[in-house]
């Protein structure tokens, strides 16, 4: 199936660090996205980029996209420990009916 | 007011029981989806409709029903509970099918014993 894969699946960091979170995938795309989910929350939405992008930035936040790796990376900069939360990858595919989710990556930042 | 929103938050039952698990948006979105996040915090995609139509029906018991009178709602219903439906299902929204953002309910944790 097209399901994303994030690595790591738990990523543990001090405040005013960076994290830096990836994601695997499959098959072809228009465009990946990432979300957020805080503990007992639904998901949040936090940014999407197209399968002819290859960076996008909004506010603290980097996506890159690498369609010949079929890999996306989410770096958060200067951290705080409002960001915990857990962080998905999601995936649609070529004819664009659904979205594919994983696992997701945990981050703590530790105050 | 909330976009989309889901009853009930919380669902204690026993094995055998039947249960419903209600969503409406208010964003007038076309397309609705019901997904399962497990234990692990996998999410899979159960359903989706789009106009009150069903789209994906992904490979889940037929106990599993879900319900859109108008586009507005879609609810879930689940006949014959067992022990691994335990999970957390989401109720979610978009402007179409598989495009642009998901718009996520905040979650009804189901427990069955």
């Known amino acids: 199936s097209q399901q994303g894969e994030e690595d790591p699946q738990a990523l543990s960091i001090q405040e005013g660090e960076n994290a830096t979170m990836n994601c695997s995938y499959k098959?072809?795309?228009?465009?990946l996205q990432w979300y957020r989910q805080n503990s007992g929350r639904g998901l949040v939405h936090l940014i999407l980029?197209?399968?002819?992008?290859r960076e996008k930035h909004s506010g603290r936040l980097r996506v890159t996209l690498d369609t010949s790796k079929k890999s996306s990376s989410l770096l958060i900069t200067a951290s705080r420990a409002a960001d915990t939360a857990s962080y998905f990858c999601a995936t649609d595919d070529i004819p664009g009916n659904q979205f594919y989710f994983g696992t997701g990556t945990s981050l703590t930042v530790i105050p | 007011d909330t976009a989309v929103s889901q009853t009930p938050k919380y669902l204690v039952t026993q094995m055998g029981n039947d249960k419903s698990i209600k969503c409406e948006q208010n964003?007038?979105?076309?397309?609705m989806y019901w997904y399962k996040q497990d234990s692990k915090k996998f999410l899979k995609i159960m359903f989706s409709y789009n106009n009150k139509e069903l789209i994906i029906n992904e490979t889940v018991p037929n106990r599993f029903s879900p319900k859109s009178p108008d586009k507005a709602h879609l609810n879930l219903h689940i006949n014959s509970l067992e022990l691994g439906d335990s999970a957390v299902y989401f109720c979610a929204s978009s402007w179409g099918q598989g495009t642009g953002e998901l718009f996520f309910g905040e979650g009804s944790r189901l427990t069955v014993l």
């Open positions: 964003l007038g979105h076309d397309t």
């Open positions: 980029i197209r399968s002819n992008e």
């Open positions: 098959t072809s795309i228009n465009n």
